[in-house]
T-cell receptor
Framework: GQQVMQIPQYQHVQEGEDFTTYCNSS?????IQWYKQRPGGHPVFLIQ?????EVKKQKRLTFQFGEAKKNSSLHITATQTTDVGTYFC??????????FGAGTILRVKS | NAGVTQTPKFRVLKTGQSMTLLCAQD?????MYWYRQDPGMGLRLIHY???????AKGEVPDGYNVSRLKKQNFLLGLESAAPSQTSVYFC???????????FGQGTRLTVV
């Protein structure tokens, strides 16, 4: 089946710096969902992107879906300690199989 | 509204023992999923179900079985536990295949 590759695996930033994680696929993605998992917690849905070239914002978070629908990114502006956690992208394969990337672990140093 | 509830939250098994993990959702969702999470591996799909009475294999189904006899419950069985099945298991549900998934709190399983 199709795989979603997520990079980087890990990033450690100074509080106030920006952060970006990327999700890439060799084939066209049907839609992309993004989730956040706090340390010791469970994944929580952030957003879903469906349309080619779509850009959505949630406060300091900006989500983009590539024009060819083969990649997506999550950008956090001016990170805060509350942003700490693992960010996952997920693709709905064949309309019924939610498959996750390996995740990017974000650590924020204050 | 409890959402998605997983039972138990922690368990230690000996190699060769069997057990069943229960996932219950009270949101009348059609889709349910079982994942395992290991360091550096993300969330890997074990089995999933798109409705009562249906199940399908995910990315890593070997060593696991599932059943969805009732719409609200999705059971994950380990017939003969192995140390490689030591992991954190998450259940999730969603109304349809293209909407957000809601996760349970997870079950931490250790096989010794």
């Amino acid at each position: 089946g199709q795989q979603v590759m997520q990079i980087p695996q890990y990033q450690h930033v100074q509080e106030g710096e920006d952060f970006t994680t990327y999700c890439n696929s060799s084939t066209t993605l049907s839609n992309i969902q993004w989730y956040k998992q706090r340390p010791g917690g469970h994944p929580v849905f952030l957003i879903q992107l469906v349309k080619s070239g779509e850009v959505k914002k949630q406060k300091r978070l900006t989500f983009q879906f590539g024009e060819a629908k083969k990649n997506s990114s999550l950008h956090i502006t001016a990170t805060q300690t509350t942003d700490v956690g693992t960010y996952f992208c997920a693709d709905m394969e064949y309309g019924n199989k939610l498959v996750f990337g390996a995740g990017t672990i974000l650590r924020v140093k204050s | 509204n409890a959402g998605v509830t997983q039972t138990p939250k922690f368990r230690v098994l000996k190699t060769g023992q069997s057990m069943t993990l229960l996932c219950a959702q009270d949101m009348n969702h059609e889709y349910m999923y079982w994942y395992r999470q290991d360091p550096g591996m993300g969330l890997r799909l074990i089995h999933y179900s798109v409705g009562e009475g249906t199940t399908a294999k995910g990315e890593v189904p070997d060593g696991y079985n599932v059943s969805r006899l009732k719409k609200q419950n999705f059971l994950l069985g380990l017939e003969s536990a192995a140390p490689s099945q030591t992991s954190v298991y998450f259940c999730a549900s969603s109304p349809t295949g293209i909407t957000e998934a809601f996760f349970g709190q997870g079950t931490r399983l250790t096989v010794v």
